[in-house]
């Protein structure tokens, strides 16, 4: 058996650290991601005038309950996503004049019904370039609060920042939302909201959070569900058994339900209340199935389908065309230059078995396309990446951790 030591969960250390930063007093954030992203978020709230300590194993942040220490600043929120749309969210209720932009990969991303939402709500926001899109100006006066529509077809990151937003308004929101993606991302951030002390309530498509406020506490980080996938991943294609601690039948995070997906695919899955571990059986069955909830692993999936039996068909993902690049076709053009039929539609695609040829995998800087393939490669020797240090968004260590797996030292 091998035991592999997944780091923090991005998802989690990124709200953490908004609602740290948000909270009457001092937050202690245990075993926290320590990555490009979680750093990016980390340095623009110390731009925003925030204190945070980061210490290996430990970050501890002074919350400030009425908003950023800082009259004015300049936020560069890199590549990441939960930065360039938590943070402004965290300002508005503020006071102050705050300017955030990101890379140019993150400035093609949408965060426009967001900041729609915080127009609706009084908040003076504009963008400098395209509608919709990074770079963005506000003039942060605080947020009243009050009842808001709100489309989360794209991203459940919308719906996230608003919520975590609520208990700093003075009236509190009401939020109806339609069209909702990545819903169990949504149970994480209410969950947390909880342990620093709001009280957020759902009723259908209906969310209400009371004007709180939120309490400082010590928040320990669960390993990221998204990463082991690839661990999970690996265990199920190579017949090889693979075990991660701190992730276990009460973790928070959905997209440990990939899990499930392997079990239908033919592998044992035993999920205990501290550790899941995956058998590979020697065998993985074709299926068709429904990732709405879990499209982060999509390309998990994708990178290890042409080794099943029958087609895999992935549905419901639509809203990966709006990640760190367009996963549905990125995936399909890599799967067909390692030689495998591919079919993709609005929301879907849909891979035959066969034999992947070495070749060089096109990443466009997607960290999860890297790590996608590399598992596709322990079955074809000679795969390649163009950017394999993209990783750094959310593992900075993956390529020593998976040589180690792929050896059999770990």
């Known amino acids: ?136 100006r506000i003039a942060a006066r605080g947020v009243k609060g009050g009842a808001l529509l709100l489309d989360a077809g794209q991203s459940s990151q919308y719906l996230t920042a608003l919520l975590m937003l609520g208990p700093l308004t003075a009236e509190g929101l009401e939020i109806t939302v339609t069209d909702l993606v990545s819903e169990p991302y949504v149970g994480i951030t209410l969950a947390m909201m909880r342990a620093f002390g709001a009280e957020p309530a759902r009723e259908g498509d209906v969310f209400t959070v009371p004007p709180t406020g939120y309490r400082a506490t010590t928040y320990a980080i669960e390993p990221d569900a998204s990463t082991a996938s690839y661990f999970f991943a690996a265990a199920a294609l190579t017949g090889r058994e693979v075990t991660v601690p701190g992730l276990g039948s009460g973790a928070l995070q959905g997209d440990l339900a990939f899990v499930d997906v392997l079990r239908r695919m033919g592998a044992d899955v035993e999920v205990t209340d501290r550790a899941t ?31 099943a039996d029958g087609p895999v068909r992935i549905e419901d993902v639509a809203n990966t065309r709006v990640k760190e690049c367009d996963r549905l076709e990125v995936c399909a053009a890599n799967l067909r230059r390692l030689g495998i039929t591919v079919t993709t539609g609005p929301d879907s695609i849909e891979i035959r078995p066969g034999s992947p040829r070495p070749a060089a995998i096109a990443t466009h800087g997607d960290h999860r396309i890297v790590m996608s393939f590399a598992v596709t490669g322990l079955r074809t020797p000679g795969i390649g990446f163009d950017d394999p240090g993209c990783v750094r968004k959310t593992f900075p260590d993956f390529h020593r951790v998976f040589a180690e797996f792929r050896s059999g030292t770990s």
């Open 277 to 307: 571990t995956v058998r590979g059986t020697g065998r993985l069955h074709g299926l068709t199935v429904n990732m709405r909830d879990i499209s982060d692993t999509m390309p998990t999936l994708a990178a290890i389908a042409p080794y």
């Open 1 to 136: 058996m091998t035991v592999i030591e997944i780091p923090g969960s991005k998802s989690v250390t990124a709200r953490a650290l908004f609602l740290a930063a948000a909270a009457d007093g001092v937050t202690t954030l245990l075993r926290p991601l320590a990555s490009d992203d979680t750093e990016g978020f980390a340095e623009g709230l110390t731009t925003l005038g925030y204190e945070v300590e980061r210490t290996p194993g430990a970050w501890r942040v002074r919350g400030r309950p009425a908003g950023p220490a800082a009259a004015t600043a300049d936020v560069h929120c890199r590549d990441g996503a939960t930065t360039a749309r938590f943070l402004p969210a965290l300002a508005a209720a503020g006071h102050g004049d705050f300017r955030f932009d990101a890379s140019a990969q993150m400035r093609r991303r949408p965060v426009g019904p967001l900041t729609e939402a915080l127009r609706r709500l009084g908040v003076d926001l504009r963008h400098e370039g395209a509608e919709g899109h990074h770079p963005l």
